[in-house]
């Protein structure tokens, strides 16, 4: 295993980012370390010998402690690594979940409008959450940590596993009403199919790659989106893998069904495919989305449109079926936004037309503009160097209220 991998990124990574910019690579090497924190050190006991992480130290030194997460009023404008949302039907309010940093999680229960920090049982950063259904949630993190609440994530609980380890579980994924998995660094699966209570963790193949998103078509098929070009694919809910052969050598951090037929899969620099992953031999489209940005989150809107989140404060969208619809991606239009402060964006969720957004910064909430709802994207370009009264007004910022004390 190369050296330069200790820091989550392959040699193909370095070498592809560092042909762009040395900014580049410091900002994508910096969110990936803040994700992995002790696997940027050692893999495998080697020894530390990546400049890249150099700036990235003081970041790490925040990660990867135990105990109780602390009561932080600032907590949603702190590092915060994923979010997620639901809307129970039956008594019409949506929850939203964000975690991040130190353990901290932070839980709304009317949409958004008022924010209160839960007890979580753990300093150690989580990495990804997810709903199981209106009151069971999942959470993973750093040290193969497994935190689960049954209140709609007011209170949480941590799960203990048969295995210790120091490396970080990185998504977290439902399959059914009881079956969950969770992947990490060094090719680690877990599996729950009592939604959560226990798990079974093992190693999906024999390599150590960091394995990055779960990417499910249906509760059967599933890929896995990991580091230097490795993805796999199971047809039977996660229990087998077999792994995929795809035109690219960098990471791959995110994806996308978008179609039983398409999946796209974006990674470093911009880099994105468009295939069939569950053909004997897959054939790939490269995917052109005029940026040079690493991509770490997508996701889907009602009207169809596709919104990924990155490096640099990057937020783009482009309308799904011109994907499906185009044999050449050089083509396509897109709608390029980016934050003022250029601060990372890790994740995004999306709930009726309110994009949430977590990274460097924090929390924040926008509306979709109803020119980009109700009209083509094509007719509107924003390069993400134009920071004007245009792109300002594009996406509405939404204020939230935060009660700085701790659920009990």
């Given at each position: 295993m190369?050296?330069?991998?200790?820091?989550?990124?392959?040699?193909?990574?370095?070498?592809?980012?560092?042909?762009?910019?040395?900014?580049?690579?410091?900002?994508?090497a910096?969110?990936?370390c803040?994700?992995?924190?002790?696997?940027?050190?050692?893999?495998?006991?080697?020894?530390?010998?990546?400049?890249a992480?150099?700036?990235?130290i003081?970041?790490?030194?925040?990660?990867?402690?135990h105990?109780n997460a602390s009561?932080?009023?600032?907590?949603?404008?702190?590092?915060?690594l994923?979010?997620?949302?639901?809307?129970?039907?039956?008594?019409a309010?949506t929850?939203?979940?964000?975690?991040?940093?130190?353990?901290?999680?932070?839980v709304?229960?009317?949409?958004?409008?008022?924010?209160?920090?839960?007890?979580?049982?753990?300093?150690?950063?989580?990495?990804?959450?997810?709903?199981?259904?209106?009151?069971?949630?999942?959470?993973?993190?750093h040290?193969?940590?497994?935190?689960?609440?049954?209140?709609?994530?007011?209170q949480?609980?941590?799960?203990?596993?048969?295995?210790?380890?120091t490396?970080?579980?990185?998504?977290?994924?439902?399959?059914?009403?009881?079956?969950a998995?969770?992947?990490?660094a060094y090719?680690?699966?877990?599996?729950?199919e009592?939604?959560?209570?226990?798990?079974q963790?093992r190693?999906?193949?024999?390599?150590?790659?960091?394995?990055?998103?779960?990417?499910?078509?249906?509760?059967?098929?599933?890929?896995?989106?990991?580091?230097?070009g490795?993805?796999?694919r199971?047809t039977?809910?996660?229990?087998?893998?077999?792994?995929?052969e795809?035109?690219?050598?960098?990471?791959?951090?995110?994806?996308?069904?978008?179609?039983?037929?398409?999946v796209l899969?974006?990674?470093?620099?911009?880099n994105?495919l468009?295939?069939?992953?569950?053909?004997?031999?897959?054939?790939?489209?490269?995917?052109?989305?005029?940026s040079?940005?690493?991509?770490?989150?997508?996701?889907?809107?009602?009207?169809?449109y596709?919104?990924?989140?990155?490096?640099?404060?990057?937020?783009?969208s482009?309308?799904?079926?011109s994907?499906?619809?185009t044999?050449?991606?050089?083509?396509?239009?897109t709608?390029?936004l980016?934050?003022?402060?250029?601060k990372?964006?890790?994740?995004?969720?999306i709930?009726?037309?309110?994009?949430?957004?977590?990274?460097?910064?924090?929390?924040?909430?926008?509306?979709?503009p109803?020119?980009l709802?109700?009209?083509?994207?094509t007719?509107?370009?924003?390069?993400?160097?134009?920071i004007?009264?245009?792109?300002?007004?594009a996406l509405?910022?939404?204020?939230?209220?935060?009660?700085?004390?701790?659920?009990?």
């Open positions: 190369n050296p330069m991998l200790h820091i989550g990124l392959s040699k193909n990574d370095l070498f592809d980012v560092l042909s762009h910019s040395v900014t580049q690579l410091m900002r994508a910096r969110l990936v803040l994700r992995l924190s002790h696997s940027c050190f050692t893999r495998r006991r080697r020894t530390f010998r990546s400049i992480t150099i700036s990235t003081p970041f790490l030194m925040l990660c990867a402690t105990g009561s932080y009023p600032n907590v949603p404008h702190s590092l915060l994923d979010v997620t949302t639901r809307t129970d039907p039956a008594h309010t929850h939203v979940v964000a975690v991040g940093q130190r353990g901290h999680i932070i709304s229960a009317d949409a958004g409008q008022h924010f209160e920090q839960a007890v979580s049982n753990t300093q150690n950063t989580l990495t990804s959450v997810c709903f199981f259904n209106e009151q069971i949630l999942l959470a993973v993190g040290n193969l940590t497994i935190i689960r609440s049954e209140d709609g994530g007011k949480w609980h941590t799960i203990a596993l048969d295995k210790s380890d490396v970080p579980f990185l998504d977290v994924h439902p399959l059914s009403e009881r079956v998995l969770a992947v990490g090719g680690y699966v877990a599996r729950t009592d939604a959560g209570k226990t798990w963790v190693l999906s193949t024999q390599e150590d790659f960091h394995l990055n998103a779960i990417i499910s078509l249906d509760s059967n098929r599933l890929i896995l989106a990991g580091e230097s490795h993805v796999y199971s039977d809910q996660g229990i087998t893998w077999t792994p995929i795809i035109p690219y050598t960098g990471s791959l951090f995110t994806g996308l069904f978008l179609s039983p037929q398409q899969l974006l990674g470093l620099r911009g994105g468009i295939g069939n992953p569950f053909l004997d031999e897959p054939s790939w489209q490269y995917l052109n989305l005029k040079q940005n690493t991509w770490f989150d997508v996701a889907e809107d009602k009207r169809g596709l919104w990924m989140v990155g490096a640099a404060g990057q937020l783009q482009v309308e799904k079926a994907l499906l619809n044999s050449n991606t050089d083509t396509l239009q709608i390029h980016a934050r003022p402060d250029r990372d964006l890790a994740a995004l969720d709930q009726n037309q309110t994009i949430w957004t977590v990274g460097e910064a924090g929390l924040h909430q926008y509306s979709l109803n020119t709802i109700n009209h083509p994207l007719a509107q370009q924003i390069t993400a160097q134009q004007t009264a245009q792109q300002k007004s509405k910022e939404i204020p939230f209220s935060f009660i700085s004390s701790m659920s009990h």
